[in-house]
């Protein structure tokens, strides 16, 4: 058997409504294959390159004409579509519920069509849309794929699920030290299940780490940096477990840089430049607006010396290191 990774970059533009309380705005197909860049990256750090085939669903969705779509809202009932926890919550409410958002679960089902599934993965928000996949393969005459979900990982907000559009995800291609400290940062009550659900330690483990996280005399951050190390570890190796962990105390607990700090040069006028245009002409923030932000939460550090005036003017004659937020370190030169 074969493992096929469908990226949705034609689903992505209708957007997914699973565990949505409102519409969720529509991606370009441009956006959709951009996101999708890093999926089979990604799935190779666990899956055989040999057994994956990644395909893109816009191949068959994007050939059917409105006759192919008529005939597939055919094969399936409104008051079915109703059924789904998330519309009938929407529709109780009088929240709007958008065609194309009903149409979702039927472009997915029709990746099932289109690969002949035999089992299809996904999380417990996709438990409709999989089984939707089921009816229509039958529709098609086809055998119903076997439907497998799996719990939703919390973000490390500790509030949404996981998300690369929330910005509150850990990347398993993400360096050893970014994956170190994203994981010091998500809240305790979370530990065990990040253990459980993205580890390979063994039930007795997770008992062990279960009773340790009720007792209170344990710091649950001492858990935590096991959590952060394994994670490291099952993505990169022991020794890159080790450096993260000494870079990330070096840097917060001791206080002091980084190893390897990027590089940039920068044009002075006069000798000095606005703390402002500093963070934005070397990209440490996207706008003008994230700088005064980042500024008014006190996140913007020069030399180690927080900045808190988001009109200050930075003089310098060699060069100085900028830190925005906990991770992002700049040294800037003096062109």
Same mark, same amino acid.
């Not at 529509?26 to 055989?48: C, D, H, M, V, W």
């Not at 816009?58 to 399936?76: C, P, Q, R, T």
């Given at each position: ?25 529509? #991606? ?18 666990? #899956? ?9 669903? &816009? ?115 993400? &360096? ?8 010091? &940062? ?13 580890? &390979? ?41 080790r450096a993260a962990e000494e870079e990330f105390d070096r840097i ?9 700090i990027p590089e940039c040069s920068i044009s002075l006028e006069d ?7 500093? #963070? ?56």
């Amino acid at each position: 058997h074969q493992i096929i990774i469908i990226i949705g970059d034609f689903t992505g533009m209708i957007g997914d409504p699973s565990g949505r309380s409102k519409t969720r705005p529509p #991606l370009t197909l441009q956006e959709t294959r951009r996101n999708g860049q890093t999926y089979f990256e990604q799935a190779t750090k666990i #899956l055989s390159t040999k057994k994956i085939q990644m395909l893109y669903n &816009s191949e068959w969705l994007g050939k059917m004409n409105f006759a192919d779509v008529i005939m597939l809202g055919s094969k399936y009932t409104v008051a079915r579509m109703l059924e789904r926890d998330d519309f009938e919550k929407r529709y109780r409410a009088g929240e709007a519920i958008s065609i194309h958002e009903i149409m979702y679960p039927l472009a997915q089902a029709m990746d099932s069509v289109a690969i002949q599934a035999d089992v299809e993965l996904g999380g417990t928000d996709q438990k409709f849309n999989l089984l939707v996949g089921r009816d229509i393969q039958r529709e098609y005459g086809m055998e119903p794929q076997i439907a497998i979900t799996m719990p939703i990982l919390p973000g490390t907000d500790g509030i949404e699920k996981m998300s690369k559009s929330l910005d509150n995800y850990i990347a398993i291609n993400e &360096s050893p030290k970014q994956i170190y400290g994203k994981t010091l &940062s998500i809240p305790d009550d979370l530990i065990y299940n990040y253990f459980m659900l993205t580890t &390979s330690v063994s039930a007795d483990e997770l008992s062990t780490i279960r009773k340790q996280l009720e007792d209170p005399a344990t710091n649950p951050r001492d858990i935590k940096r096991r959590l952060a190390r394994t994670l490291v570890a099952l993505y990169h190796d022991e020794n890159a477990a080790r450096a993260a962990e000494e870079e990330f105390d070096r840097i917060f607990v001791k206080k002091d840089l980084p190893d390897e700090i990027p590089e940039c040069s920068i044009s002075l006028e006069d000798g000095s430049i606005g703390i402002i245009r500093l #963070l934005t002409e070397t990209k440490l923030v996207a706008s003008n607006g994230e700088a005064r932000r980042m500024i008014e939460q006190g996140g913007v550090s020069v030399d180690g010396q927080r900045i808190s005036d988001a009109n200050a003017e930075i003089r310098f004659d060699k060069s100085i290191v900028v830190k925005v937020g906990k991770r992002r370190f700049l040294r800037v030169k003096k062109a």
